[in-house]
């Protein structure tokens, strides 16, 4: 039998493990090329619900043709992004466009206007989604994309089942703050903090930029009308003047092809990259809580080791007056304290011997999840700036085309005005 008043020193907890190779940055995938049309709505009332056809096509092996086509709901993206979330906690996924908008309080929703959105934004979720080197070969997002019926697996897998559930007494508290914080997910997230409030602000922004130019959009209407009735109360130059109103019904009608362009894409992609940033830090929100893990763990344990210590040494005190009135008591009541402390000694080191395990495989986590988030980061930044890139682009090519038109269209009023000829009366 151990001798439990000389026992062997106890195992610390492991503080370091030897970094493994370097994980091979992430480079985007183009090996899905998915796209997403065709809404219709089924149902009335309450049961209406609105699908699209999500088309793929591919060159991988994995899936049963080049071009698989299916029709899904809302709700089957919900459940596509929750088992992504939930297999790849530290990837920091594309905003799924969500249901916190004034459309579902105002019944809107079924709006073609909204639907159209909604059709483009889960057609960018879709694409940034696969971009994703990992995401794109899942089994989750190939049966996504094409098995007729999503059937989630809600069996766990017992090698996946997480030691820390097997110690019931430990109540991690989700609101602890990080003892030793890492500087450099400081840095990112008030990075990616001030990132969105620029993004924020660039949508109020644009969101007010629009309302001007449907305001300018409707008065040039209104001009348009004057110029038109101006022309069949001047017989003499009703024609050009008629022409001259259509030609501004024309411009009217690109300036609202143009605002709805930039509100259906432009900020439609502002509002993705919002939610992105939001993704971003509930990623970094998972990671502190690994490590967060780790440290409440340690402490336990620590506890636990202290407390075998002052068991194991009682002639050294400190076990302050609640011990000392403790051991009173038991004597009172006829409790053996000597058979008492080894019983205590011997749970005490089971218990060690079982957190000393699960702070190993805490800390093992938690440097994982880091490895794994250090080239998501810079693959998210990588993406982001490509993605900004190409949006601007858009934005400015969208605004020259834009004022090429519009420079036609009044190129075409000059010859109108110039040729005007009025008819002399002589009496």
């Known amino acids: 039998m151990e001798d439990w008043d000389h026992p062997s020193p106890p195992a610390e907890p492991i503080n370091t493990i030897p970094n493994a190779r370097p994980l091979v940055p992430l480079t985007p995938s183009n090996a899905l090329d998915i796209s997403v049309s065709d809404p219709q709505k089924h149902g009335e009332g309450t049961s209406a619900f609105v699908n699209y056809l999500v088309t793929t096509k591919t060159s991988l092996e994995a899936f049963s043709s080049p071009v698989v086509s299916v029709r899904r709901r809302f709700q089957d993206f ?12 530290y990837v920091i996924l594309a905003a799924l466009p969500g249901k916190h908008r004034l459309e579902y309080i105002t019944g809107d929703r079924f709006s073609p206007e909204f639907i159209e959105k909604r059709k483009v934004s889960l057609d960018n979720y879709l694409k940034r989604v696969s971009r994703h080197p990992l995401i794109a070969k899942s089994q989750i997002l190939r049966r996504f994309l094409e098995s007729n019926e999503i059937v989630p697996e809600f069996v766990a897998k017992a090698a996946q089942a997480h030691v820390l559930d097997n110690i019931s007494d430990v109540l991690l508290n989700a609101f602890s703050k990080i003892k030793h914080p890492d500087p450099k997910y400081i840095e990112f997230k008030e ?18 930029l629009i309302r001007s130019e449907t305001e300018l959009e409707l008065d040039m209407l209104e001009f348009g009308g004057c110029i038109t009735t101006l022309g069949l109360m001047e017989t003499q130059i009703t024609s050009p003047l008629t022409d001259f109103g259509t030609i501004l019904r024309n411009l009217c009608t690109l300036m609202r092809e143009r605002i709805n362009h930039e509100d259906l894409v432009y900020l439609t992609n502002i509002q993705e990259y919002i939610g992105h940033c939001m993704s971003a830090k509930e990623t970094l929100k998972t990671r502190d809580q690994k490590q967060t893990d780790f440290e409440e763990l340690s402490v336990y344990l620590q506890n636990h080791i202290t407390d075998r210590e002052k068991a194991l040494n009682p002639q050294r005190g400190g076990g302050g007056i609640a011990s000392f009135l403790s051991t009173k008591m038991q004597e009172l009541q006829g409790v053996d304290t000597e058979r008492a402390r080894q019983t205590k000694i011997i749970k005490l080191s089971g218990k060690i ?75």
Request: hydrophobic content about 40%; proline content about 2%.
């Open 78 to 89: 919900a459940w596509l992004h929750k088992a992504l979330s939930d297999e790849y906690p």
């Open 353 to 427: 011997t079982e957190l000393q395990e699960a702070v190993q495989a805490s800390e093992e986590m938690s440097i994982a999840f880091n490895k794994e988030l250090e080239r998501e980061i810079d693959f998210y930044e990588r993406i982001k700036l490509d993605d900004l890139k190409t949006d601007l682009k858009a934005y400015v090519d969208n605004q020259v085309l834009f004022y090429e038109k519009s420079l036609e269209y009044w190129d075409q009023i000059v010859p109108i005005i110039e040729n005007i000829q009025l008819e002399d009366h002589i009496e």
């Open 191 to 208: 990075h990616v903090d001030k990132f969105q409030e620029t993004l924020i602000s660039l949508e109020r922004l644009h969101a007010r």
